[in-house]
């Protein structure tokens, strides 16, 4: 059974620290995506990945980076999380070559005070 | 600049009636389509999705979507709604020739009621 993992369900930091949101697929996938969505706004495309150490900014990359150091791994770091960065997280994760299915984790909804 | 249109934010409907969350997207272009669904606290799911031959997708629950090339559309339709329909449904696009992103609508939140 495929899946995606996110390293934590419920996420609660301050502002100005450093957060990092952690992702794992184990189905060999390519392409790993991070969105947020917020109500009423849907999901918007923060960072993708097509391969290891390859990423690309989707449409609203500003406050965010990300890391692939290894094919299953994607993370998300919010440099200096501010409060309108309270959210709730998606990762998901596609084969190469598609267009095919993006498989998604369970999210993290994070919140900074 | 592509996009997704979902013309319902919220849906509520009686349970055993049809129902029909629309969905409309922006390009001239080819497009592969597809219909995810939220459920509380969960990540999504794809339920259908169109990506070439007949243009009427089911899925296994009852849910179909047929694509309309010439209005641009890839409405989700189900003839008699369960409670556990209850959920939240996103329309998302990928065009032909472009990346392998998904460009996802703003989502339609469907309420069965009792």
């Known amino acids: 059974d495929v899946k995606v993992t996110q390293s934590s369900r419920y996420l609660v930091k301050r502002t100005g620290e450093k957060v990092f949101l952690e992702c794992v697929q184990d189905m060999d996938h390519e392409n790993m995506f991070w969105y947020r969505q917020d109500p009423g706004l849907g999901l918007r495309l923060i960072y993708f990945s097509y391969d290891v150490k390859m990423k690309e900014k989707g449409d609203i990359p500003e406050g965010y980076s990300v890391s692939r150091e290894k094919k299953e791994r994607f993370s998300l770091i919010l440099e200096s999380a501010s409060t309108n960065q309270t959210s709730m997280y998606l990762c998901a994760s596609s084969p190469s070559g598609g267009p095919y299915e993006q498989y998604f984790g369970p999210g993290t909804r994070l919140t900074v005070t | ?114």
């Open chain 2, 1 to 114: 600049a592509q996009s997704v249109t979902q013309l319902d934010s919220q849906v509520p409907v009686f349970e055993e009636a049809p129902v029909e969350l629309r969905c409309n997207y922006s390009s001239s272009v080819s497009v592969y389509l597809f219909w995810y669904v939220q459920y509380p606290n969960q990540g999504l799911q794809l339920l259908l999705k169109y990506l070439s031959g007949s243009t009427l997708v089911e899925s296994i629950n009852g849910f179909e979507a047929e694509f309309n090339k010439s209005q641009t559309s890839f409405h989700l339709r189900k003839p008699s709604v369960h409670i556990s329909d209850t959920a939240e449904y996103f329309c998302a696009v990928c065009y032909q020739g472009g990346s392998e992103k998904l460009v996802f609508g703003k989502g339609t939140k469907l309420t069965v009621n009792p």
